[in-house]
């Protein structure tokens, strides 16, 4: 069965620094692999997902992330915080054999010092 | 473009009340989500559908669960003798459709969700 980890419920770092959402995640298949933005009071977005093609993904507002297959690792950095980033995170898994089921982590809530 | 938009954004009840929440997806999307989130947790998929049709229901967590889209747009989740545990924040998102393969996942758009509050 598939899962995902969180590894951290809250991250807080200083504006300008650099951020790390840290996600591992099971699954006895290659898997697709999604991050998610959700601002108070507003829709979850994505930024960016991994579907077996490069291994670094791009996302929008900054964000990028790593698929390591060997550390089942799908870590989300920025270079440089603002702080507009301050929201939850989530980092989502797809469902084997599904083209629409998703698998959540229980959200890292990243918070921004001035 | 108008994006998924979600009414009521708040709803208190009485426990054993019944309600409605709605969603109305992107224009032109066939395929719809309800997900629902607990605090402190991520959301928790209940049904989608593949226009007018529930493909898969199995989210949905007992019989006083159900959700309908008549003409395969706009979707109702209803819920019949409100519990205190269903409160959460119910969360409807849309996509252009569902994947016609496994693997191949279509971003899903998602409204800002109705926050139930079941007294």
């Known amino acids: 069965a598939q899962s995902v980890t969180q590894l951290d419920s809250h991250v807080s770092v200083s504006e300008g620094t650099p951020v790390l959402l840290r996600c591992n995640y099971s699954?006895?298949?290659?898997?697709?692999l999604f991050w998610y933005v959700q601002h108070p009071n507003k829709g979850l977005q994505l930024l960016l997902k991994?579907?077996?093609?490069a291994t670094l993904v791009k996302g929008i507002n900054g964000f990028e992330a790593e698929f390591k297959k060997s550390e089942t690792s799908f870590h989300l950095t920025k270079p440089s915080a603002h702080m507009s980033d301050a929201a939850e995170y989530f980092c989502?898994?797809?469902?084997?054999?599904?083209?629409?089921?998703?698998?959540w982590g229980a959200g890292t809530k990243l918070i921004i010092k001035p | 473009g108008a994006g998924v938009s979600q009414t009521p954004s708040n709803k208190v009840t009485e426990k054993g009340k019944y309600v409605e929440l709605r969603c109305d997806p992107i224009?032109?999307?066939?395929?719809l989500y309800w997900y629902r989130q607990s605090l402190g947790q991520g959301p928790e998929f209940l049904i989608y559908?593949?226009?007018?049709?529930?493909?898969?229901d199995s989210g949905l967590p007992n019989d006083r669960f159900f959700a309908v889209r008549p003409e395969g747009s706009v979707s109702t989740l209803k819920i019949q003798r409100t519990e205190r545990g269903d409160s959460a924040v119910y969360l409807c998102?849309?996509?252009?459709?569902?994947?016609?393969?496994?693997?191949?996942?279509?971003?899903?758009?998602f409204g800002p969700g109705t926050r139930l509050t079941v007294t």
């Open positions: 991994y579907t077996s093609a």
């Open positions: 559908f593949q226009g007018t049709g529930a493909a898969d």
């Open positions: 998102a849309s996509s252009v459709r569902g994947a016609v393969v496994a693997g191949q996942h279509y971003e899903q758009y």
């Open positions: 989502v898994v797809s469902v084997m054999d599904s083209n629409y089921q998703l698998i």
């Open positions: 699954s006895s298949y290659s898997p697709s």
């Open positions: 224009s032109g999307h066939t395929a």
